[in-house]
């Protein structure tokens, strides 16, 4: 319960089950688990910035590796040691936290938590330096740690964190204003946190998707000499990414249901043989933006052909556009709101046609194949179905 507490970013509660834990493993006299407990304790404080709490448990650690000397407490031991070094923010102390670290990082792999932990806050301290120096060298380090990470987490199957590495490296790729490669990386993190069942953690990554995708079209008419280093890492929100994940708190937002606009289907040549307008206003949307609309939707299609994407993301006019291929069918859903429960939306309409009502889907196939639009009729049926999935959830 206290690290489902400390995901949450309520220290108070998590430290309150963190001590029962604590005591019940002091009278049981397991002294790898009360040297577990006791490096929770520390690294919660430590966020908090309770140092002085910190101190005080982590005496009780350096005695416990004194009396039980394993490789196992002594690893707690120094990260916990590196770790309040690194708290007290002088320059002196974070540049022995990170010689600490960076020793540890280059040893055999004990526990792939307390590495990926190790890897994580040597990068928050080149983040630091980089603010404080902007220095490129700090960033390429900053790769370095990342790709490592990446690797360690992949040969040990901890999908986790080899998600958590591909998102972080999304934000690289973002700084260095690589956004095809950035796009890349986070349906990369996103797509392996599904595939793994770690639903709030692909939530948080899309969430933080749908912000890169905003923020990437003020990015899009800059180059690195309109910008410096810091003003790109200060502008991704990158730091704010890291502390997260350092701090492994998954439970930062809730998902509302997002208000539909448009949606199209469109032939693989880009041809649309369906739409449907969800604005009570449809004056807002005249013929025109709708032409410029499908332009930019066949070009975007012409991409994914390419490279194979089954989903892609893009901003337009500030909303979020989800194209997700599904046989010979591409299907946009335009949307004001979140990109994770929009994918799920494109999901519920593609399987619950083809489930509910297969003649209309092999209808759909069939004009996809004549590059020509639905029938009035089949129009009109397909339109109520679609209603009808939006009104039962």
Not at 170 to 192: N, P, R, S, V, W
Request: charged share 30%; aromatic share 10%.
């Amino acid at each position: 319960m206290g690290s489902v507490y400390a995901q949450k970013g309520e220290y108070d509660l998590a430290l309150v089950y963190f001590y029962k834990t604590l005591e019940i493993m002091k009278q049981l006299k397991v002294k790898n688990s009360v040297a577990k407990t006791l490096y929770s304790i520390i690294s919660v404080s430590i966020y908090d910035n309770d140092l002085d709490n910190a101190q005080q448990y982590l005496k009780q650690l350096q005695e416990v590796n004194k009396e039980t000397p394993n490789k196992k407490i002594e690893l707690w031991t120094r990260v916990s040691e590196a770790l309040f070094l690194k708290s007290q923010k002088n320059e002196q102390d974070v540049e022995r936290a990170f010689n600490l670290l960076k020793q540890i990082a280059e040893e055999e792999i004990i526990i792939i938590g307390i590495y990926g932990d190790v890897l994580l806050n040597l990068c928050d301290i080149l983040l630091d330096q980089l603010r404080k120096k902007s220095k490129e060298e700090y960033l390429n380090e900053i790769r370095s740690y990342l790709n490592q990470l990446y690797e360690m987490a992949s040969k040990q199957d901890s999908f986790w964190l080899v998600a958590q590495a591909n998102w972080l490296l999304a934000y690289l790729a973002f700084i260095e204003l690589d956004m095809i490669k950035a796009q890349h990386m986070f349906t990369q993190a996103q797509q392996i946190a599904e595939e793994r069942g770690f639903k709030r953690l692909a939530m948080n990554i899309s969430n933080e998707f749908d912000k890169m995708i905003k923020k990437s079209s003020d990015f899009k008419s800059l180059t690195k000499k309109d910008l410096s280093l810091v003003d790109r890492v200060e502008r991704s929100g990158f730091e704010a990414v890291i502390k997260k994940i350092k701090q492994n708190i998954v439970y930062d937002e809730d998902l509302s249901a997002e208000k539909p606009v448009m949606l199209f289907i469109f032939n693989p040549k880009g041809i649309p043989i369906y739409h449907q307008i969800f604005l009570q206003e449809k004056s807002q949307l005249n013929d025109e933006i709708i032409n410029e609309f499908i332009l930019v939707i066949k070009n975007l299609i012409d991409e994914i052909s390419k490279d194979k994407k089954p989903i892609q993301r893009i901003l337009y006019r500030e909303l979020l556009v989800i194209l997700k291929s599904f046989d010979d069918l591409n299907f946009c859903y335009v949307f004001d709101g979140q990109s994770y429960v929009a994918i799920e939306r494109v999901e519920i309409i593609i399987s619950s046609i083809q489930k509910q009502s297969p003649v209309l889907w092999n209808k759909i196939l069939e004009q996809c194949k004549k590059g020509e639009p639905l029938d009035p009729l089949n129009e009109r049926d397909l339109m109520l179905f679609i209603n009808s999935l939006f009104t039962a959830n």
